[in-house]
C-alpha cells in the first residue's frame, strides 16, 4: 500500500462524489439551514425556550450555533457521519465494480484507505460547513452581543466565539465514530441502506437512552454522550473531564470499527 495509491482512490472517490445529487444537497442544506433557522427566529416572537440557550437567540449571535449544535447532535450529525460512510463500500457491491477496480487498479489496502480518507473528508467538512454557517448565521442576522453561559456569566464577543468554535470541535471525532460504524456497516451488509440507517437508528436510541433511568455504564460508554460533553464548555469555570472521557471513547470506536471493516474486507471473497 502507498501513498500515491491511496490519494488516487480518494481523488476518484471525490469525483464520484461531486457527481450524486445527494451530496450536493446535504452540502447545501448544512450552509442554508443555519441561515433559514435564524430567520425564522426573527420573525416570531416565540423562541425554542426548552432547549440550551433557546432563550438567547434574538438577543446573542453566539447562540444560534449553539442552538443548532444541540439539534444536530439529535439526528443530523450521525447522517452528515452515514451518509457518504455508509455507502461508499457498499456501492461496488451495488454496481457489481469490485472485481474491476481491485484486479485492474488498487490493492484492497489502498482501496479501504482512500475510501475512508473520502468518507472522513466529507464528514468532517460536512460538520465544518454546518459550523461555520451556524456562526455566520447569527452573527448577521443577530448580532455579536455578548452570551450568557450556563453559568449565567456574561462572555464576550471575542471569549463567547472561542467557547462556540470549541463546542463545534468536541464534537468532530463522535461524528468520525459514527462514519466508521457506518463504514464497517457497509463493508459487512454490502447494503447502502443499513450502511446508512443502522448509524443514524443507534444514535437516536442512544440519545433517547441519554433520557431514561438506565445502568449508568452503557450512558458512559455510549458515543451519543459525546454530543453532548460541550456543556461544560459554556460554564464557569469550564469543566472538561466529561470532554476528555468521550473524546478517548469516540477515538476507541473509530480506531475498532475501522480495523474490524479493513479485516472483514482482507478476507472477503469479493468474487461473491
Do not use: N
Not at 43 to 53: H, I, R, Y
Amino acid at each position: 500500500m502507498s501513498s500515491r495509491g491511496v490519494l488516487a482512490v480518494a481523488g476518484v472517490e471525490w469525483s464520484k462524489l461531486l457527481a450524486q445529487l445527494k451530496v450536493r444537497v446535504v452540502l447545501s442544506a448544512c450552509v442554508a439551514s443555519p441561515f433559514i433557522f435564524a430567520a425564522a427566529m426573527r420573525v416570531q416572537s416565540s423562541v425554542p425556550a426548552d432547549t440550551l440557550f433557546g432563550r438567547s437567540v434574538t438577543d446573542s449571535g453566539f447562540a444560534v450555533p449553539l442552538v443548532v449544535l444541540g439539534f444536530a447532535a439529535l439526528w443530523a450529525l450521525p447522517v452528515l457521519a452515514s451518509i457518504v460512510g455508509g455507502d461508499v463500500f457498499s456501492a461496488e457491491d451495488r454496481y457489481g465494480t469490485w472485481t474491476t477496480v481491485l484486479t485492474r487498479s488498487r490493492s484492497r489496502g489502498e482501496m479501504f484507505a482512500g475510501k475512508v480518507l473520502t468518507a472522513l473528508c466529507f464528514s468532517s467538512g460536512a460538520v465544518a460547513a454546518l459550523a461555520v454557517s451556524s456562526v455566520a448565521a447569527g452573527l448577521l442576522l443577530v448580532g455579536r452581543q455578548p452570551l450568557i453561559d450556563l453559568s449565567g456569566v456574561l462572555l464576550p464577543p471575542a471569549e463567547a466565539l472561542v467557547r462556540v468554535t470549541l463546542a463545534w470541535a468536541s464534537v468532530m471525532l463522535p461524528t468520525l465514530a459514527f462514519m466508521a460504524m457506518a463504514v464497517l456497516v457497509s463493508v459487512a451488509t454490502r447494503s447502502s441502506a443499513a450502511g446508512i440507517g443502522l448509524p443514524v437508528v443507534a444514535g437516536l436510541l442512544l440519545q433517547l437512552y441519554a433520557l431514561v433511568d438506565g445502568p449508568e455504564a452503557i450512558r458512559r460508554l455510549s458515543m451519543a454522550s459525546a454530543f453532548g460533553a460541550w456543556h461544560g464548555l459554556l460554564a464557569d469555570p469550564p469543566f472538561y473531564a466529561p470532554l476528555v472521557h468521550t473524546t478517548a471513547i469516540s477515538a476507541s470506536y473509530l480506531v475498532v470499527c475501522l480495523a474490524i471493516a479493513y479485516r472483514v474486507l482482507r478476507r472477503r471473497d469479493i468474487g461473491r
